[in-house]
């Protein structure tokens, strides 16, 4: 069986209950799943949750606005993620 990593029981996650600290990692995965044991959710992944090039590297990405990115990348290296009330970063 595949991990619990799938936009469905993600957003059911978000929506039924707050993620928590300890939890986060039950529901979020740093890694690419594999794509031998699970392509279609690969190339998912790969095409709506993974940013860029953009900035210096590709001013024509479609979150480029007027020579900066939409979604304020590149961002710094957290080394713990913050939980707000509109989400997690």
């Known amino acids: 069986m595949a991990e619990a990593w799938t936009s469905t029981f993600l957003y059911s996650s978000l929506v039924e209950e ?5 939890s986060i990692d039950e529901v979020e995965r740093a890694e ?3 794509t031998d044991q ?3 959710l690969h190339e998912i992944i790969k095409s709506m949750r993974i940013h ?7 001013y024509s990405s ?9 979604k304020r990348y590149p961002r710094p290296f957290l080394a713990e993620i ?5 989400g997690f970063g």
């Open 52 to 58: 860029g090039p953009c900035g210096v590297f590709n």
């Open 38 to 40: 699970e392509p279609t």
């Open 18 to 22: 707050k993620i928590r600290p300890d």
């Open 32 to 34: 690419l799943p594999d």
């Open 62 to 70: 479609p979150c480029m606005l007027a020579g900066v990115c939409t």
């Open 82 to 86: 913050s939980i707000y009330e509109e």
